[in-house]
């Protein structure tokens, strides 16, 4: 067997591993963030279930923490009181970005984790299984059921050689981009292997498989190997560790080749993380503002190589450099050893550990900026500024650049970089609150914006609504119901949120929907990518969305759709989708049964045409759909 089938056959609970089919798979770890924790504890408390079934369920404080009203705060007070009534453990705000210190300090190779965030695959990079999912799918896991999801097929990513000096490990994930694109790992599995694998640290490799989300890919894995106990021994956790590799007759449905020795530093253009070019095709672009750090790039390391090469430095004039560092140990080893000093004499400004610019949370660039970043994703208007250019490039380049004033590689540095990761990280583990047993006298404290749940009806058997929004292709979340400062506060308030449904691509969006009552959304290939946020399906079912109807979903967002008992529609054909227009009617009649063959006949009233459209379904994804949702199908529900 390969890795993923090693790691899936030892938690299957139901299905063949037979790619493209529905397997249900143990979880043993979960993770939550603030941003999707607080609705994934709603859910979880409506489930009436005392305290979690799984190994460990971490929640980390890490998205919102701007604090610019009293949501935040409010939010945090929430899942600090939640974690303790109900067994979960509680990284405190200031701690870090969630996956950077489960990294650190709870991912375990072999075992399995479900995280309401999408870059969950970061722990990928220590041999776990670690899958991105809506919050309503963590809950369930905490709540001791299994996750389903489709076998996906395994892609072997063969690596040769080692990295030079000044290229890293984003290279390696953006070269896969700019390869495969945005959807080209769509249903599939990444594990790498081959003799470049030992020249990578476990930090290393948790930035590919991070970024891999961005493939659209189920999950992405590497060996567990002596880079692992490494890693382990020096977060004092060397117990937790055991060897994971693939059989040598291991079989895989496609390989892929990269060589390392051969890998220049990469960027991803605007604005899409697959727009990838060589830094040598852009070097002497101008750009006015710079951005360290995201789960993807702000391991010690990384922040090291950041600091000799700022070290005598100044950021250039026309420059503004944030950094943030992605855990409160990384930040204290910085600040022990001098490498912060560094950093804040050449003139960078020092973010908390936490997610921050990436999503949206500060340092919103000028009108028309140029924003080079180290994070994983750059939609359109995702940092908070809607006409300006977000690329992405790797920690190095990012700090060569913000020196320079227009981009360019590191190479220059080359003679500082060559930076060990430690024998021993400063372990510290205060931050982190474990839940006491007895939690019978802990009172769940939920502020004026945490409102309960909406309710749902069971599905219709027909139905005619107007098609509100029509879209291309490769459609976020981000595009669906924006991040950022202003929004992400309110995910636990959907009446709130869903005044901000497509508002980066159509104002009106929101007021028209609200007129018709009721709506269709259709959209093109890809349709969802991006992040985990359930959101993007809540609102538009709570807004009266019946169905979207797309040429193609990205995975979770799909789930998400079929969580909320939104119909999940697919073209038969690019004319049909070309034909049908916005404002168009459609009618639906026989959902019911349609659902349950996976066929519907739509009649578009207002152009006089019928078309079919098809679902790709599992029988239990029917059936949640028929019920109007998971929420409404659990049983157990009170
Ligand atoms: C993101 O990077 O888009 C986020 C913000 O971390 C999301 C989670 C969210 O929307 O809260 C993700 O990646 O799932
Ligand atoms: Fe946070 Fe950005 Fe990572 Fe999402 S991608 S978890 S916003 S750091």
Redesign the pocket.
């Known amino acids: 067997m390969n890795i993923i089938q090693k790691l899936i056959s030892t938690h299957l609970v139901e299905g063949q591993m037979i790619p493209g089919s529905e397997i249900a798979v143990r979880i043993d770890q979960t993770l939550t ?1 603030d ?2 924790g607080t609705m994934a504890y709603l859910e979880f408390e409506a489930m009436n279930i005392p305290k979690v079934k799984t190994e460990l369920s971490v929640s980390y404080v890490d ?1 919102n923490t701007i604090q610019i009203g009293f949501e935040n705060a409010d939010d945090h007070r929430f899942l600090k009181t939640v974690a303790a009534k109900h067994g979960i453990v509680y990284s405190r705000p200031g701690n870090g970005i969630c996956h950077q210190v489960h990294l650190e300090r709870f991912g375990v190779p072999g075992k399995s984790l479900l995280g309401s ?3 969950t695959p970061t722990c990928g990079g220590l041999g776990m299984l670690a899958i ?1 999912a809506g919050g309503l799918d963590i809950a369930m896991a905490m709540a001791g059921r299994p996750f389903r999801l489709n076998m996906p097929k395994v892609v072997k990513v063969n690596l040769t050689g080692s990295l030079r000096g000044w290229v890293c490990a984003k290279d390696i994930i953006l070269e896969l981009l700019r390869r495969l694109s945005v959807k080209g790992g769509v249903g599939k599995a990444f594990e790498f292997s081959g003799p470049g694998v030992a020249t990578l640290s476990v930090p290393q490799r948790a930035t590919i498989t991070n970024m891999g989300a961005e493939l659209g890919a189920t999950t992405s894995v590497f060996p567990s190997d002596e880079q692992t106990r490494l890693f382990l021994r020096a977060q004092g956790r060397e117990a937790d560790y055991r060897p994971l590799s693939a059989d040598a007759d291991a079989q895989y449905d496609e390989v892929i080749d990269i060589d390392l020795s051969a890998l220049n530093p990469e960027v991803a253009k605007p604005h899409q993380p697959d727009q990838v070019v060589e830094v040598e095709q852009l070097k002497g672009m101008k750009i006015d503002q710079v951005f360290i750090g995201s789960c993807t790039n702000s391991s010690y390391v990384d922040m090291v190589r950041v600091a000799k090469i700022l070290k005598g430095h100044l950021v250039h004039p026309d420059v503004s450099l944030s950094i943030a560092p992605g855990s409160r140990q990384v930040f204290e080893m910085l600040a022990a050893e001098g490498y912060l000093a560094d950093m804040i004499s050449a003139g960078a400004r020092i973010l908390e550990c936490a ?1 921050g610019p ?2 949206g949370s500060g340092q919103a660039p000028s009108t028309g900026a140029k924003s080079l970043r180290t994070s994983n ?1 750059n939609f359109l208007g995702r940092c908070g500024t809607l006409d300006s250019e977000v690329y992405l490039a790797g920690a190095e380049t990012c700090a060569a650049s913000a020196i320079a004033g227009y981009l360019t590689d590191a190479e220059q540095y080359a003679c500082v970089l060559d930076i060990e990761m430690p024998s021993a990280f400063r372990v510290d583990d205060r931050m982190i609150i474990t839940p006491p047993a007895d939690s019978s006298d802990v009172t769940v404290l939920k502020g004026p914006n945490i409102k309960s749940l909406p309710e749902f009806n069971e599905l219709e058997d027909s139905f005619s609504a107007p098609v509100v929004i029509k879209t291309g292709d490769n459609i976020s979340t ?1 595009h669906i119901i924006p ?1 950022g400062a202003k929004v992400i506060p309110l995910r636990s308030n959907v009446p709130e949120i869903s005044k901000y449904l497509f508002s980066r691509v159509d104002p009106t969006f929101y007021d028209r929907l609200k007129a018709a009552g009721s709506g269709i959304i259709v959209g093109g290939e890809n349709y969802g990518q ?4 359930e959101h993007a399906a809540l609102a538009p079912k709570y807004m009266g969305i019946k169905a979207v109807l797309v040429l193609s979903f990205a995975r979770i967002h799909m789930q998400n759709l079929v969580n909320f008992g939104v119909l999940p529609l697919l073209f038969d054909s690019k004319e049909d989708y070309e034909k049908v227009r916005q404002d168009d009617v459609l009618s639906l009649s026989g959902v019911r049964s349609g659902v349950k063959n996976g066929s519907l006949t739509v009649n578009d009233e207002t152009q006089g045409f019928s078309f079919t459209v098809h679902m790709a379904l599992s029988e239990r994804q029917k059936q949640t759909i028929l019920t109007g949702g998971l929420l409404n199908a659990m049983e157990d529900r009170k």
């Open positions: 963030q941003a999707t998205h965030d999408s870059h991105g997610c990436c999503a994703r981000d991040a991006g992040s985990s946020r």
